[in-house]
């Protein structure tokens, strides 16, 4: 079990390109999320998909894209990328149901510069 | 909104010494509350969880946390500090109606001196 994988791990943009990050998990898990982290701030969520053909907004949305592209796999786009996008962006997964709460897994991460 | 507080930025301990780490939430019902390291350049690591039950969960790597409902805390504790445990540490809260994702907090920067 490869757990959560993300690609590519580093990533340096001009401003105004876009790009898509890669989530994939194999756990089997319905929720998936995309989350930025940012010195002193913690992890904010940017979008999450609570089951297959679902997506919601966080925190944080603007200036980011979202796809499910199947069970396994969610995306996330960059389509004008801006300075303040400069991040570490992680995605996680998680079982869900009705009612409780169900732990996350976390991918490894995807290093953005946006210059 | 839930929220989590970690009052301490950064935390310097000597190696073979205690540790707390201190972690306060709002939220309005039962939390599910979680620990999390990210040791440098890597993802996140579930420590341990708390969702019921008793008050004292015991975790992964020799670390314990306490709920205390009436202090509305969260503490992360460990008897004996190895020079491996320098990380950062996240705490964080989950739940709520509709709510699937987490609310973290600012983190701890643990730095180990021999």
């Known amino acids: 079990n490869a757990g959560v994988t993300q690609t590519p791990k580093f990533q340096v943009l001009k401003t105004g390109q876009s790009m898509t990050l890669q989530c994939a998990q194999d756990m089997n898990h319905n929720s998936m999320y995309w989350y930025r982290q940012d010195p002193g701030m913690g992890l904010r969520l940017i979008y999450y998909?609570?089951?297959?053909?679902?997506?919601d907004k966080g925190e944080v949305p603007n200036g980011y894209n979202v796809s499910r592209l199947n069970k396994r796999e969610f995306s996330l786009r960059l389509e004008s990328a801006a300075p303040s996008q400069t991040s570490v962006y992680f995605c996680?997964?998680?079982?869900?149901?009705?009612?409780?709460?169900?732990?996350?897994?976390f991918g490894p991460g995807t290093r953005l510069t946006v210059t | 909104a839930q929220s989590v507080t970690q009052p301490d930025i950064h935390i310097t301990v000597s190696e073979g010494a205690s540790l707390e780490l201190r972690c306060n939430y709002s939220?309005?019902?039962?939390?599910?509350l979680f620990w999390y390291v990210q040791s440098p350049g890597q993802g996140l690591q579930l420590l341990l969880k708390?969702?019921?039950?008793?008050?004292l969960v015991q975790g992964i790597k020799g670390f314990e946390a306490e709920f205390k409902r009436s202090q509305s805390s969260f503490n992360l504790r460990k008897p004996s500090v190895h020079w491996s445990d320098a990380a950062e540490y996240f705490c964080?809260?989950?739940?709520?109606?509709?709510?699937?994702?987490?609310?973290f907090g600012s983190g701890t920067r643990l730095q180990v001196q021999p």
């Open positions: 939220y309005g019902a039962t939390p599910y």
């Open positions: 708390y969702f019921s039950g008793d008050t």
């Open positions: 996680a997964s998680s079982d869900s149901g009705t009612g409780g709460f169900y732990e996350q897994y």
């Open positions: 964080a809260v989950g739940g709520g109606a509709g709510r699937r994702a987490l609310t």
């Open positions: 998909s609570a089951s297959e053909g679902t997506t």
